[in-house]
């Protein structure tokens, strides 16, 4: 068709061309729509890019500041809820707070104000003016980083009263030392005392990782206590001349058993017949008479006699520490607890197990090796004593009018029973009376003087009798009832004397665990080190070391881990219980002063 219009219409060609392209010269709609594609496409990663890296920079940002952003909420949230605790003035310029804080830092504090006035640009000076309050002050004891763990195991028991004793200082003592009767043995305490230093060298790289891991922060914040618990229990067993199950010889038993072999008394068919033997000091040459210098001497090493130094040491232990509330009465100045409640129990103690304690030392400076066949039984003596059996022709009298001695110790004990239980609440009840009539008294008085005086002086008086009045009120604030109080004493005696009998009795549990600890430790060795040290030849030098591998990783797991644990626990409860119950009250409340380290790390009471 545009051949044959070129051919014969050839004036219409230019202008039909035109008009046909012309058709052709506009972009169509889709490729519009094609090329916007193409051109968002290409935008599209560019702008998420810039966004991703914006935000990047955003959050970097926040995360940098954010613990500055907590840290300022957690303070602000702090300060704001201890003004909430305050009063406002009448005046409207200033905050009025009552607070307890130590009389030592009084000077502290009246400076901290005096600078926070500065600071603030206020015109208002601080005043500090001391109230009188009948509620009990909180208890505030100053520790350091070595006697906080102490003092956290006292606390555990109970937060002490206001100036009530504080057992911690004693407790920095006897707390290893019961420790380390229990797990006497050198040569586990030198481990252990490695192990703490470690912890107390490196305590500041320590303290900066901060971990989650309880397990761990329990190790870590009582490692002063587990210092010294190695330390002690190195010491304890080189009395024992114990470490790792194997004694050591080096300054030479004091006993021989050659003479044994020469007198006859053994032989080749009695060692072997007889799993255990004992010497006998009486033959001479058996004991050479000079004791051995340190510890207990190693021959006696495989016996079980040095066990019976933990008997003595309960019965030692748990006499004096009853001394120690004496203190509290005489600070408080308790006259009716020391009369009426102290001296008894002392005098119940004293003559029961003080007086087994001295037939004990007595027996010590009497009878020596050489005459201990002939020595008696303090058992047998003590039981005797309470059932006045005194015709025993098997057991010799210690002394001299030991009967007379004994019988006196037991009534005394016996009346000290209803001394303790009687005594004080029928007194408490006659001050109560003699306070009631009192107040009485004072009553009536006010009341005759309201009607003897004329009008104009009835308003003073009226102030007066009101007065007098309140005080009476005051007095009948805490009701006295004889028979709660007569129930409570006779619960306390009660308790008393058999405490006096199982508190006593459960300081056997240092004998029992410190020859748990040694027989374990005997069996480790004999059925583990032992099989790679029999071992001859290259398997054998091999074999210690995997031996040796094993025995140290059943040495931690075993008897420093779970047997110091359960030492512990037992070292625990001998304060709680046995040491602490028999002065220690435990009934006041921490002193938390306000403390922005505290509070940032989540320890702060509420």
Not at 77 to 87: G, I
Request: glycine share 6%; charged share 15%; proline share 5%.
């Amino acid at each position: 068709m545009p051949a044959f219009l070129s051919l014969f219409l050839p004036s219409f060609l230019p202008v039909f061309l035109s008009f046909f392209l012309f058709g052709f010269l506009g972009p169509h709609p889709r490729h519009l729509e094609v090329s916007s594609l193409r051109v968002k496409s290409e935008l599209q990663p560019l702008v998420i890019t810039q966004t991703e890296s914006h935000r990047q920079r955003l959050l970097q940002e926040a995360a940098a500041s954010w613990h500055t952003w907590a840290t300022k909420v957690q303070k602000m949230k702090a300060v704001y809820h201890t003004l909430n605790l305050c009063n406002i003035d009448v005046t409207q310029q200033c905050i009025i707070a009552e607070i307890w804080f130590p009389v030592a830092d009084a000077v502290r504090i009246k400076r901290a104000l005096e600078q926070g006035m500065e600071l603030s640009g206020s015109s208002m000076v601080p005043i500090m003016t001391a109230v009188q309050s009948k509620t009990a002050p909180p208890t505030f004891n100053r520790t350091n980083k070595f006697t906080a763990g102490f003092q956290n195991i006292v606390d555990a028991y109970g937060v002490g009263s206001y100036r009530e004793m504080n057992p911690a200082p004693y407790t920095i003592i006897t707390f290893p030392f019961l420790f380390a009767v229990m797990f006497g043995d050198c040569g586990h305490g030198t481990v252990m005392l490695l192990a703490a230093l470690w912890m107390v060298l490196n305590e500041r790289r320590l303290l900066s990782q901060k971990t989650n891991n309880e397990i761990w922060n329990t190790f870590f914040h009582g490692r002063y206590l587990i210092l010294l618990m190695g330390i002690f229990s190195i010491y304890t067993g080189l009395i024992y001349n114990d470490c790792f199950s194997k004694s050591f010889n080096i300054f030479g038993s004091s006993w021989s058993v050659q003479p044994m072999f020469r007198n006859g008394t053994w032989n080749t068919q009695v060692i072997g017949t007889n799993p255990y033997l004992q010497l006998d000091p009486a033959i001479p040459g058996v004991y050479s008479g000079n004791p051995y210098p340190f510890g207990i001497d190693p021959v006696r090493m495989p016996s079980e006699v040095k066990y019976l130094l933990c008997n003595v040491l309960m019965v030692l232990c748990a006499a004096q520490q009853k001394l120690v509330g004496f203190l509290c009465c005489i600070f408080f100045r308790d006259t009716l607890s020391i009369m009426l409640q102290f001296v008894p129990e002392v005098i119940f103690i004293l003559c029961l197990f003080g007086y087994l304690v001295f037939m004990i030392i007595f027996k010590w400076c009497s009878f020596d090796a050489s005459v201990s066949r002939r020595a008696p039984s303090i058992l047998i003596h003590f039981i005797n004593m309470f059932l006045f059996n005194y015709n025993d022709p098997s057991n010799a009298p210690l002394y001299k009018h030991q009967q007379e001695v004994q019988s006196f110790f037991v009534i005394m004990a016996l009346i000290s029973v209803p001394w303790m239980l009687l005594i004080k609440p029928f007194i408490l009840r006659a001050n109560h009376l003699k306070s009631q009539m009192q107040a009485s008294r004072i009553q009536e008085e006010a009341t005759e003087d309201i009607e003897a005086v004329n009008s104009s002086a009835s308003v003073s008086s009226g102030r007066r009798a009101s007065a007098g009045a309140h005080g009476a009120h005051d007095d009948h604030e805490e009701e006295f009832h004889f028979g709660d109080i007569f129930v409570h004493q006779a619960i306390h005696t009660i308790e008393y004397c058999l405490g006096c009998i199982s508190n006593t009795a459960s300081y056997l549990r240092l004998w029992a665990l410190s020859l748990a600890h040694a027989q374990l430790s005997e069996v480790l060795w004999t059925m583990v080190m032992t099989i790679g040290l029999r071992v001859q030849g290259w398997g054998g030098l091999v074999g210690v070391f995997i031996i040796f591998a094993v025995f140290a990783v059943l040495t931690v797991a075993i008897l420093l881990i779970m047997e110091g644990l359960s030492a512990f626990l037992h070292a625990l409860r001998l304060h709680w219980v046995e040491f602490q119950n028999k002065f220690y009250v435990g009934a006041g409340y921490k002193f938390a002063p306000f403390s922005f380290k505290q509070i940032l790390d989540g320890t702060a009471e509420d």
